[in-house]
């Protein structure tokens, strides 16, 4: 017996409909949802998707916003020199 969903896997409950490159880039987001993200402040590998966005540690309880599916963890905060402020004024 052939499996019948190999191409799309979970998308297949479209069926027919939206076209195969819709059904792809679906999948591609799912599959990128789904894998899992280390906290940037516990560094624990705990970070699940509570909403578009955002993103919430489930041992520390801290809440990031981000891209919509992904995780991106922010840039670090840095100071220069120049900046007022910074100790070298």
């Known amino acids: 017996m052939s499996k019948r969903t190999k191409k799309v ?5 479209m069926g027919p409909r939206y076209g195969i490159r819709i059904r792809r880039r679906v999948l591609d987001i799912d599959r990128a949802r789904a894998k899992a993200a280390a906290c940037p402040r516990c560094s624990t590998v705990t970070l699940h998707r509570v909403a ?7 041992r520390c309880g801290t809440r990031f916003a981000s891209n919509a599916y992904v995780f991106q963890a922010p ?3 840095t ?11």
């Open 75 to 77: 840039p670090a905060i």
């Open 9 to 13: 896997g979970p998308t297949a409950w």
């Open 52 to 58: 578009s966005g955002i993103f919430e540690c489930r």
């Open 79 to 89: 100071r220069t020199a120049k900046e007022p402020g910074a100790g070298n004024a």
